[in-house]
């Protein structure tokens, strides 16, 4: 079975620190999706970011980077210089391809980001 | 480029009384759709998909029940809602890719209380 720990509940900072968000997942298949998605006070899902586990490239995006480590089963988000609209919910997801269409997310429990001015 | 609508945006509704949810994708065919309830607190819970019209995968078994009358259709129902249906529900869709997965891209919810 797949599972998808984010053992930060809340984290708060103040703007302009450096912020990252720790996921651990666990999988017995060798190939697996990793995403993560943000979560305003609106309540929509954002997408983020995807990555196979054939691709351990770590990935940056702006002020947003993406350290993918196999050996600790971690798939950890960075937010530089955070800003106080970065603060929202964020999730961290693991879905393994199916042999028909129709694959599904598991989600960690979300981290609470609050960015403080 | 493809939207996804969900409605109504928020409901109130008595126990007891049936429920329906709305989502419809635009700009993509055949896609594959979602249904997931977040409860207070935090977590996503997966409650059905779809892979095609007509075709339901229930992931949990509960009060609650889903179709797809059409290809960028989904609907969420109940006959009788419990206190514990409460929750935000978002409908999700991805492009369908056979053994593989593709991101899943969410509508903006509808947040259901049951009093």
């Known amino acids: 079975a797949q599972k998808v720990t984010q053992a930060q509940t809340e984290i708060s900072v103040v703007e302009k620190e450096d912020v990252t968000l720790d996921c651990v997942y666990e999988t017995r298949d060798t190939t697996y999706y990793l995403f993560w998605y943000k979560q305003p006070p609106s309540g929509e899902l954002v997408f983020l970011i995807r990555?196979?586990?054939?691709?351990?490239q770590n990935e940056i995006s702006g002020r947003y980077s993406w350290n993918f480590q196999k050996s600790t089963s971690s798939f950890n988000f960075t937010i530089t210089a955070s800003q106080v609209v970065d603060s929202a919910v964020y999730f961290c997801?693991?879905?393994?391809?199916?042999?028909?269409?129709?694959?599904?997310?598991?989600f960690g429990e979300g981290t609470q980001l609050t960015v403080n001015p | 480029s493809q939207t996804i609508h969900q409605w109504p945006a928020t409901l109130v509704q008595p126990v007891g009384s049936p429920l329906s949810l709305e989502c419809t994708v635009e700009g993509t065919s055949n896609p594959n759709l979602y249904w997931y309830r977040q409860a207070a607190g935090r977590g996503l819970q997966l409650l059905f998909y779809?892979?095609?019209?007509?075709?339901i995968s229930s992931e949990v078994p509960q009060n609650l029940s889903a179709s797809r009358p059409q290809d960028r259709q989904f609907i969420l129902s109940s006959k009788k809602l419990l206190l514990s249906d409460s929750g935000f529900y978002l409908c999700a869709w991805a492009t369908r890719v056979l053994r593989s997965t593709d991101t899943q891209y969410f509508g903006p919810g509808t947040r259901l209380t049951v009093l």
């Open positions: 997801a693991l879905s393994e391809p199916e042999e028909t269409s129709g694959s599904r997310l598991t």
């Open positions: 779809s892979v095609g019209i007509g075709q």
């Open positions: 990555r196979n586990s054939f691709d351990e």
